[in-house]
């Protein structure tokens, strides 16, 4: 199966400019069996109103997810849940946890970075570190953090040089860590990553489980299929 673990949608992110519904449909059009919603999260380029209370702003930011299901459940696309945590300019694509659990649970945007990863692994969640080389103006210092993570996102399709890709991979290998690709595309139409598994996931919570057992089988890379 052919999964997209990178998009944003424009009711989370500030920065996309496709709605959820033109993300399912147009992933679906490109010969994805799934995908997942990882909007910018409480402390990134969130567009929902931070002086909203925590399960207010939870609910909202769970909309880009619930539209893009409503979309996929009628076409026959997988959908399911995540979020981009940043911390200073540092992305950790976050898997493996519910909207309910997210609502409630608001000491996610109140603790430490070094809290809030550990938080996650400990819920049940696993940590993807998204495009860990890029070089871009908002990005001050690059942070590694290999004990904290489970995989990193090798190929980014957001990224504007190979070689932050070709480091992310060096950074994998070296520390014998996972490796996923995502698109990280923010408009309908544009996917290039994505991994490949030889077994079906049903909710976020599945993904954990694909990530430690060895489950995927290739990468997308630059919008071409790649088996490991």
């Avoid at 932050?164 to 698109?183: C, I, V």
């Avoid at 991994?195 to 071409?224: F, N, P, Q, W």
Wanted: with cysteine; net charge negative.
């Amino acid at each position: 199966m052919r999964w997209e673990t990178h998009l944003h949608t424009k009711e989370g992110s500030a920065c996309a400019s496709a709605s959820a519904a033109e993300m399912a449909k147009t992933c679906k059009e490109a010969g994805y069996d799934g995908m997942f919603v990882t909007d910018h999260f409480y402390h990134g380029n969130t567009c929902v109103d931070r002086s909203l209370p925590w399960e207010e702003w939870a609910r909202q930011f769970s909309l880009g997810y619930y539209h893009a299901k409503e979309v996929g459940d009628r076409i026959g696309l997988r959908v399911c849940f995540g979020w981009e945590y940043s911390w200073d300019g540092n992305d950790f694509l976050t898997y493996g946890l519910s909207p309910a659990w997210l609502s409630a649970h608001p000491e996610v945007i109140e603790v430490t970075p070094y809290e809030y990863l550990k938080l996650i692994r400990e819920a049940g969640g696993c940590i993807v570190h998204a495009h860990p080389f890029r070089q871009e103006w908002y990005v001050p210092v690059i942070k590694l953090l290999p004990d904290l993570v489970d995989a990193v996102e090798v190929y980014n399709g957001g990224n504007h040089e190979d070689a932050y890709n070709d480091r992310a991979l060096w950074y994998a290998e070296s520390f014998g860590l996972k490796q996923t690709s995502g698109s990280d595309t923010h408009w309908s139409g544009v996917f290039t990553g994505g991994i490949l598994t030889d077994c079906d996931m049903h909710s976020t919570e599945d993904y954990g489980g694909i990530i430690r057992s060895g489950c995927i089988t290739g990468l997308v890379r630059a919008g071409k299929d790649c088996l490991f």
